[in-house]
């Protein structure tokens, strides 16, 4: 074997996140590791890799290493050229930086693994999620290690990008190498993985070459699931919750549709149409170059997000980490951020008050069973991390929810569970603006899917589709029907 871990015990404080776990996995194959969130997958790799220390138990890993984590590392202030190449940058003689030849040595290295799209003379800070992770795993790739560890390379990755990173672990699995990796998309294990291992709180479960999805959830999660996605089609649309004419703003160019209540709108196309753009510009994060926006019949302008959460619209980001928690915080404090002045009094808290309120949505939303709410939202596994941000506002009672992206990063336990929550708040009568990177979850959980394409409403298609390449196919043709 050249990976092999052994009665592996790893605790943090009171909460133990491996319990005699074991692994191993071959030279020229693809391994993956599956399970919940907090099974304990992202500690076994930083145990193998040697970013962890067990508390017991034996590893041995051979040949040279590298790891692609799950937290993004670049550094936000160096261009992509001076993180790609931060342990080997071209030195001359004297063993001095030659930082003259960054950007072209940066340049050949992205070309050489098939990223052109890449500047590498811009921050890392501009760059987006997908973009930071591509930098991150080309920088694992170049080093063309004989194991590498992968931890949810690709959860912020578009499908052209996962098709991108599965060309190179082939690859590297057919050059010998062996490569583990993580993933919460049940259809690129299929694609992908030789040998599949399930953890269960902490330990193994089982190893296998072949595993159904149906079968892998049982396994992770010691329960069956009824269907996947919701059935959406019985909830009736109500009165205009939100209109919007003619926004432009970043990538957006004249765009304009209606947002009704008990309806669940999504927004497809490929990556980098103006997605983003046009959530952060609707909860006031952007401001617009034109455009006019109604929430219900009230006119409104948006210059900050405060002004957008007084007007009843929640925001939940991808990235729940930097954008949506204070991750030092409790539980607790997080959920109740946007909500505090209900329960103030002479400029103090009724603690009280609030503990009721915020144990109730958190036990509805099963956030971190068995952890108190005054625990550190950092210490939460990332499905509970984005179940944390959902329960905010679901105190805060908004009435349009901008959804972007997520189950980015989630087990499908946790993504079934906030399916049904989204269609919950539609069957309410609350209105959901939703996109994900997985086109799949627009096709099967929206009423309606409008599909951007540099910047414009391409296509209007009438939900739910339930054929992702409906979508696919209306993002790349040059026009569409509606």
């Known amino acids: 074997m050249t990976v092999e871990a ?3 015990h790893r605790a943090f404080g009171g909460v133990q996140a491996l319990r005699d776990a074991s ?6 194959e693809i391994h993956a590791l599956a399970g919940e969130n907090g099974a304990g997958k992202s500690t076994l790799i930083k145990v193998l890799c040697g970013v962890l220390r067990a508390d017991a138990g034996s590893v041995a890993v051979r040949g040279r290493v590298a790891t692609a984590f799950q937290e ?9 050229a001076e993180n790609l190449l931060l342990a080997a940058p071209p030195r001359g003689r004297l063993g001095l930086v030659r930082r003259g ?7 050949r290295v992205l070309a050489l693994y098939g990223v052109s799209e890449i500047d590498p ?7 987006s999620v997908s973009q930071r992770q591509v930098v991150e795993l080309v920088r694992v790739l170049a080093t063309e290690p004989d194991v590498v560890f992968l931890d949810e390379p690709t959860a912020a990755l578009a499908e052209r990008e996962v098709d991108w990173l599965a060309g190179h672990m082939r690859r590297l699995r057919d050059a010998g190498a062996c490569v583990v990796f993580t993933s919460h998309r049940w259809r690129e294990i299929e694609r992908l993985a030789d040998r599949v291992t399930v953890f269960r709180n902490g330990t193994h479960v089982a190893t296998r070459e072949r595993l159904t999805e149906d079968e892998a959830v049982t396994l992770m999660t010691g329960r069956t699931l009824d269907a996947t996605y919701p059935d959406v089609s019985g909830i009736e649309a109500g009165e205009k919750a939100l209109t919007v004419t003619g926004l432009t703003s970043g990538h957006l160019r004249d765009v304009s549709f209606d947002l009704r209540r ?3 709108l999504g927004v497809g196309g490929l990556a980098g149409q103006g997605q983003r753009d046009l959530f952060l510009t609707l909860f006031g994060a ?3 170059v034109a455009g006019r926006l109604l929430v219900g019949q009230a006119e409104r302008s948006f210059r900050r997000p405060a002004d957008a959460v007084r007007a009843g619209i929640a925001y939940v980001p991808e990235d729940r980490k930097a954008e949506g928690l204070l991750l030092p915080l409790s539980i607790r404090d997080n959920i109740a951020l946007t909500t505090l002045a209900r329960r103030s009094r002479a400029g103090f808290i009724r603690r009280r008050a609030e503990k009721a309120e915020i144990s109730g949505v958190a036990a509805k939303l099963a956030i971190g069973a068995g952890r108190a709410t005054s625990q550190a939202a950092g210490t939460l596994s990332g499905g509970n991390q984005q179940k944390t941000v959902m329960a905010r506002w679901l105190l805060a009672d908004a009435d349009v929810y901008l959804l972007y992206d997520v189950t980015r990063g989630v087990d499908a336990a946790t993504k079934h569970d906030i399916y049904h929550l989204i269609a919950g708040l539609a069957r309410s009568g609350k209105a959901v603006l939703f996109h994900s990177s997985e086109t799949e979850e627009i096709a099967h959980l929206c009423h309606r899917v409008l599909v951007l394409r540099e910047g414009r409403i391409a296509a209007e298609l009438a939900g739910p589709v339930g054929d992702a390449e409906q979508i696919v196919a209306a993002s790349i043709r040059e026009s569409a029907d509606a």
């Open 101 to 107: 030849h960054l950007t072209a040595e940066a340049s």
């Open 72 to 80: 993004l590392s670049l550094l936000p202030d160096l261009t992509v």
């Open 6 to 8: 052994t009665g592996i």
């Open 121 to 127: 003379r811009s921050p890392a800070r501009d760059l």
């Open 23 to 28: 692994f191993a996995a071959r030279p020229g």
């Open 262 to 264: 008990g309806e669940i």
């Open 286 to 288: 952007r401001r617009p």
